[in-house]
């Protein structure tokens, strides 16, 4: 496992195969993936191929990051970041394990992660995307600090984009941290 960083609950590392039950267990609920547009997994193995195929940290330096909880090391789903070769933004993303929602997980991962895309990777904005009905992904993005941009369709769903720029970032006009 290769430790990204860590938060005061979290441990984040890049995707590896010790992921892949708890990985194929998250995507297997469907509240999980209610608002994400994506399907679950056919079977372990095709969740195995994905992270073993998963190439974005060679292509970009950064990707979506698995998240641990720093005490017992249990898969709590991940966060990260994804840039985007057709339209050239970078995204936050995030999945937690049902069991652990509401638990302010999605908000320490993801403010560890816009400190790494605006320190580390010197990235000039980041965009948040949420499903139009998911209102804890729009409440936790608007409380990062993202200001609303647009919203599109993909797939039929109606989704809303939102922006954070570093300037806004490093003026400290997000969530402080806890």
């Known amino acids: 496992m290769k430790i990204v960083a860590t938060t005061q609950r979290l441990i984040l590392t ?48 950064f990707g979506r990051w698995t998240l641990r909880d720093k005490a017992t090391k249990e898969y709590l789903g991940f966060c990260g970041l994804k840039f985007s070769e057709s339209n050239g933004e970078t995204d936050l993303g995030f999945r937690v394990v049902h069991h ?17 895309g605006f320190s580390r990777y010197q990235l000039s904005t980041i965009v948040g995307r949420a499903h139009h009905a998911n209102l804890a992904s729009i409440h936790l993005l608007k409380k990062l600090g993202f200001r609303y941009s647009h919203h599109f369709f993909d797939k039929g769903d109606e989704w809303h984009q939102y922006i954070l720029s570093a300037e806004d970032y490093l003026e400290g006009k997000v969530l402080a941290a806890k």
């Open 100 to 116: 652990r929602w509401n638990e302010g997980i999605a908000t320490e991962a993801a403010m560890q992660c816009l400190q790494l």
């Open 14 to 61: 890049e995707f590896a195969q010790e992921d892949a039950e708890g990985f194929f267990a998250m995507n297997q609920n469907s509240q999980v993936l209610q608002y994400t547009g994506d399907e679950p997994f056919a079977s372990l193995q095709a969740c195995r191929d994905f992270l073993q195929q998963y190439a974005h940290y060679q292509h970009h330096q």
